[in-house]
Structures are given as C-alpha cells and as structure tokens.
C-alpha cells in the first residue's frame, strides 16, 4: 500500500513541476517589462514634475499683478519654455493664469500617451496660474514591449528545456516505475488467486521454525484446519503424520544443504473413508539473508487414487465375472510353474470352452450370454480348492491353474482328471436365466507343468489350448489331456497356415473343374474346386488346408482367387464355343467371404471384369453359413439373384437348416450331400433321406444335384428317387483346366 502511494505520489510531479514551470515562466515574462514601465513612469512623472516646478519658479519671478490680473513678460516666456524643452520626446508646456486660461494658446500639442503634471505660480502669497506639462510615453512602452517580447521568449524557452529535460524524464520515469508496480501488482494478483482460489492444491509457507505464515484456503479443507487459528501455529499441529516428515527433512538438510525437496504421502482415516494426501516439503531460500522458511505443497488425491486401483484392477481382472483376466493369469501360471520347479512339485492347468456358445449369444442376445459367463465364473470358483485360481481368458474360455497338485505324476494327472470332471459336471447343471433355463456342455483341455518340454506360461497355456481344441474335435463335452502328437498337429496347422500365405505370393494354387451331368448325360455346368501345387507336398487336396485358411484372412484371398479364375474360364470356354450359354460354372463361398460387407459389391464387380453374363454363375453357400444372420443372408442372395447370379445350398441335410428358412433364403438349386450318395444301397434311412429331400425340392421348385456318384447303381438309384442332375467319379474326377479344355472339346462329350 505504502509503494502504491508513493508511486501515486511520483505520478503527481510531472503535473505540479508543469505549474511552476507556468508560473515561473509568467513571472520571468512579466516581471521585466512591468518593472521597467513602474521605474520608467515614475522618473519621467518625477522628472516632469521637477521640471514643471522650475517653469513655475522662474514665471513667477516675471509676472506681476494689474487690475485686471496678471501679466507676463511674454517676450521672455519663450524663452524659459525653449531653455527647458528637454525630455527626448513628444511634450507640451502651458502656462495657465488663475482662470485657467493659457496665456500663450499658439503652443499646445497634441500628445500621445500623455503624463501630465503641474506646478503653481505665485505671486507674493497668491496662486495667480498654473504651468502645466504633457510629456507622452510612447517611448517607454515601445522599449517596454521589446522587453517583455524578449522576456517571453526566455519564458519559453525556460519552459521547453524543463518540460524537455525535467518533466517528461520525471515523467518518463514514474511511468515505468508506475509500469513496473502494475505488472507486480498484477502477479500478485495472479499468485494471490492462485493461492487463495485453488481448489485442489494446498499451500503452506512457514518461517524457518516451521511456524506457519500463510495458509490458503485449499490446505485449510484438506487438513481441517482454521486459517486464522493456523497461523504461527507450529506445521507438524496440523498433522501427526507431519512431524516425522518434518524430522526426516531436517535431517536430510543437514546432510544434502539448503536445495532439497521431499515428496511423500498421508494416508488419513477420515470419516467418509481413507483418504490420499499427496505432500511436499521444499525450503525457501533468499539469496541475501540465506534459508527464509519452508512451504508444504499438497493435494487430496485421494480420487486419483481410487481410479488408480480401478485401472489397475481393470488391467488384472475381467470386469464382467470379476475373475483374473490373462494378464493377471499369465504371472500367477508363471509364478506356480517356478515353485513348482524349484519344490519339484506337479500341476497343472486346465483349458475350458463352453460348447456353442455363440449360439446363445445370436438366439437369445448377449445380455444372457453375459449372465450365463458370470454364472459359469460362480460355479467354477464354488468347485475348485482355495490354491486354485481361475481366469477368464475372453469370451466364453476360461481357464484354471493348479499349483503343487502332488509330487507323484501319476498322482497329479489322477487329480487334475477328477477336478475336470467334477468341474465339468458343475457346469452342466442348467442355468436359470430368466425367462430361460439353458443348458450347457463344457470341452476342457490339460496340461500338466513341468514335464520338461515346456519353457514358460505360453508354452503350458498353449498345450492346454490344443487339447481342448482336440476336445472339441471329438465331439465335445469331453476332456483331453495334452499328448505330444497334439502338439504335432498345432504346429502343422501353423506351418501349413505359413506354406499358405507363401503359396499365395508364389501362385502355388490353381482351380480344378469337375463336370455335372443331366439325366442323359449332357454336361449342363462344373463346380470350380481349388488345388495346391505344393512344391514338397506335391498336389495338396483342400480337406487339408481349407480348414486352416478360414482361421486367418488366406481363405479370403483364396476365394476371390477362386472366383476370378472360374469366371475367367468361362468367359474362354464361351468364346471358343466349347460350352453353351446355359453353362453354369459353381463357386464354393466361405463363411468368411459371404459374412464380408462388401461382398455383393466385390462380386458384382468381379462379373462385370470378367464378361461373363450373371446367370452363368453358381455360388454354392453352406447351411451354416445362412443360418448366422438370416436377415442379412436373405439380404446379399436378394441382391446378386436380381442380376442373375444362382445359389446353390451345398452339403443339404448335413445340417441343421429350417424349411421356412430355406423357402425365406430362396435359392436355386440343392445338392445332396455325398455321405447319403454313398450309403443309399447300405442304409434305408440314407436312401429315404434322398427321396425326402429331392421330393422337398421339387415342391419347392429347386434344382437337385447329387454328389459324390461313383457307380452305376448309385446313379440309377438317384434317378429312381428323382434326381436329375449329377456329379461325381462316375463321370469325371476334378480336371485340371488344361484337361478340362481337353474334356470340353471331346467328341464323345455332348455339350448342350
């Protein structure tokens, strides 16, 4: 307050030194001229005067009284008024008688800027006239007016050099000092908001006795204290947990000097629960008068805290069944699996999937599956001992790690059995889910740790994994344990997964054909089938490697490949004249390939590449490819037929599908799965299958196609049922396109 009032103070100079200067300067302007016409009036009012007076004398010694008045010896006048006309400027002398007449009227002039003074003439003891003088003064003023001309232009001047070199420097400077106050006051300001307004960070200082000089108000909620009580108040008052801190530091600056700080942090029961004070002591030192005091920097964090633990619970546990999730799996199986070394202990870990799974998902939505996957997580926990852990790895796979189960091998794999069919038979139970109550089967792999193969957790988990997946494969609801050809058969599957993607980026694949027949034996259509020219394996048939590809993104590159060249082919075989436009040529569509949502758009650009009309087309889909997303199915088969494009349900009675959704799907034709081909004279009930599904086709109005027709009795059976198209060994093996060229261009093949 003091600063701001001298800065004030200093503001004001500059105002009160322009009014002196003003003063000064009309003062030094004005007080010559004025004095000089003071002193110069007097002396000529005095000096005419003088000389009126000395005219008055001397007429009075020549005047001399008659009856009528006075007379003058006028001859002699002239000359006393000659003798005494010397004032250097405009003058006029009269002599006056006592009537006040002139007694010489010839002698008056007219005067500027007149003095006038008068003197008496006597005669004895009587006034008898007067001598009266006007002398102008045009004189002095002009002398005057040069002087106060050249005394303004000083008073000018005088003001120019202190309004130049006092006013504006003194100006100049306080308002850099007035400048310089603002921006302080401004920091201040901003410091003081800081730490009075802050609503997350505390702020104490204290003297270097630790007595507390200020306190905001942040650090007044966060330690419950009163700011004015807290004052001079010693720090460690406001906190017991402060006086260690404070002890510590003290320490710390006798060792490390004036330059330290101390992070560190209270935890305080307060009513609402336990709360986190993040906390920081640092000193205050003054580079003149050395270490000045302390400051204690703190924040309730006690929020930052709480999420803290949520993110690191959320990184370790599943947050739909609150069970490790495979981070959190992951080192505890690494932990049991180096006890178990270093004790020579067994255990083991056991895979879990529930079986079809997904299907609850799709028919009845996630919010079941979800309370299905925490009630399988209730269970799993309920049946295993308190050492066991178990975790949900994703989805619906979970998995469960059995430390020190025994040191006997035997005795383990006996135990880790038992559990996974105690464990299994938990899961079976139904599940009350209303308005439903499901049913569910679980497939479990083992592995047993260590054996000696392994090298870690990912070796152990990865073992576990092929032999449910080997589980799975068997049918499952079944338990596998894992054997070292199960682990032969992983790595297979991930070499041949490898020899794919190379093959592709080689060209190693290539499409085969296989003709269809009519009843008379007319070739009316080929169904496209891929081969892999292995450069080790030889000829590699796609029960092989198909399996494989849809587990990854090669089977998508496979079938545009598939598609391609099909459609490429027929387009030569139509120029060549080889087949007629009726021809149909069949594509296989995997899963993969028909559930992408550019599939119709992909396609119908491939045809129009190709040239190739729509209708000589076939895609061949599978039961369980449909019957995913019905809707959207229906959809995409909609949008290709309006072009032309004809669907073929492969594989029918294999599945699962629906009459009202193979009459919703609309497709064109069926084909008569081979396992019902083949056993149509050994079992009746394959035999009634055929019948059932081409009578059901020709109700419906659809194409029937049997494959896999390697006899003539087969063939004559099919026709008896009423199948009228075929394919199979009967006819023709798969043919490569040169010999299918070859098959095409055959004299003894009627091409219609």
Sequence with gaps: MRYGNTVQSLLRIPGVLWKLSTVLAIIIAVAPALGYWIISYHYQSNNIKNVAEQIAHTVSEYAYLNPTGWDLEVYRLDHILTQHDHFGTEVNIQVLDSFGESLIPGTKQQVTMPISRQAPVVNGNSVV????????????ATITGTIALFSFVLALGIIGVINRYYILGIKSATLKIDHAHRELQ???????????????????????????QYCNQAAKQIFGCDEDNALSMPLHKIHDELRNQIDKFNNALRGDGDNLEQSFMIQDDHESGKRFIDARLSSIHDAQYGKSGYTLICSDVTDQQKAAELIQYQATYDSLTNLPNRRMFHDLLSKAIARAKRHGHIGGVLFLDLDNFKHVNDSLGHGVGDQLLQQTANRMEACLRQE???ARLGGDEFVVVVPEMS???????NGLQELAYKVQ???????????HTLHVTTSIGISVFPNGDENGAD?????ADTAMYRAKADGRNTIKFFLPRMQHVAEERLKILEDLRLGINRSEFEAYFQPQFDVVGKVIGAEALIRWQHPERGIV?????????????????????????ALEKVRGWLENGVIPNSFRISVNISPQQFRQADFVRKTERAIARSGVRPHNLTLELTENVLLKDVDTAAEKISALKSIGVRFSLDDFGTGYSSLAYLKRLAVDEVKVDRSFVRDIFVDDSDAALVEAIVSLSSRLNLHTVAEGVETEEQLQSLKHLGCLAYQGYLYSKPLSAQDFDSFLESKKIIVV
Excluded at 186 to 212: C, E, F, H, M, P
Excluded at 425 to 435: D, E, F, R
């Design 186 to 212: 401004q920091q201040r300001s901003y410091l003081d908001s800081i730490l009075t307004s802050s609503k997350n960070v505390g702020i104490i200082a204290t003297d270097s006795a630790w007595a507390i």
């Design 388 to 390: 066991d852990t178990v």
């Design 129 to 140: 006239g007067a001598v009266v003088i006007e002398a102008s003064l045009s004189y002095i």
């Design 459 to 463: 070796d152990v988990m990865r073992q």
């Design 541 to 565: 048939m796609p029960d092989k490697f198909i399996s494989v590809a849809e587990e990854s993104t090669v089977i998508l590159e496979l079938g545009d490949f598939m598609l391609e060249t």
């Design 407 to 413: 040191d006997d091998y035997d005795t383990t794999v």
């Design 425 to 435: 038979s938990t899961l079976s139970k139904p599940y009350n889910i209303p308005p």
